[in-house]
């Protein structure tokens, strides 16, 4: 098992940026595949993007697609979400997720894929 804590969150204009950080306890997080995922409130939890434990494999949302950039450094065990051109529909919690699934290169979008979750950043997007 491995503990997560996610950073970075915060408060930003529309069309801005964050980065956000996850930051693994153990040394097994290069193990596993990670993902990130929201919750807006009243919503269900969604998937926003994925990485596969070697880095050769990466999935997004639509709705993040071509603004938001998953990546992680398994030395330093951390994976990062890269969030641009930021939109008030972006406003939720984010939740970074492990997934005991190891398979090389290969990524889950799935939500029930992840057994490890931290507790999440609060992402505000204002207009």
């Known amino acids: 098992q491995v503990q997560l804590v996610e950073s970075g969150g915060g408060l930003v204009q529309a069309g801005g940026s964050l980065r956000l950080s996850c930051a693994a306890s153990?040394?097994?997080?290069?193990?596993?595949?990670m993902g990130w995922f929201r919750q807006a409130p009243g919503k269900e939890r969604e998937f926003v993007a994925a990485?596969?434990?070697?880095?050769?494999?990466?999935a997004y949302a639509d709705s993040v697609k071509g603004r938001f950039a998953i990546s992680r450094d398994n030395v330093e065990n951390t994976v990062s979400l890269q969030m641009n051109s930021l939109k008030p529909e972006d406003t939720a919690v984010y939740y970074c997720?492990?997934?005991?699934?190891?398979?090389?290169?290969?990524?889950?979008?799935?939500?029930?894929?992840?057994?490890?979750w931290g507790q999440g950043t609060q992402v505000t997007v204002s207009s």
């Open positions: 997720a492990a997934s005991p699934r190891y398979s090389g290169n290969s990524y889950y979008t799935g939500l029930n894929e992840y057994a490890y």
């Open positions: 153990e040394r097994s997080f290069s193990w596993y595949p």
């Open positions: 990485i596969s434990s070697s880095d050769g494999g990466r």
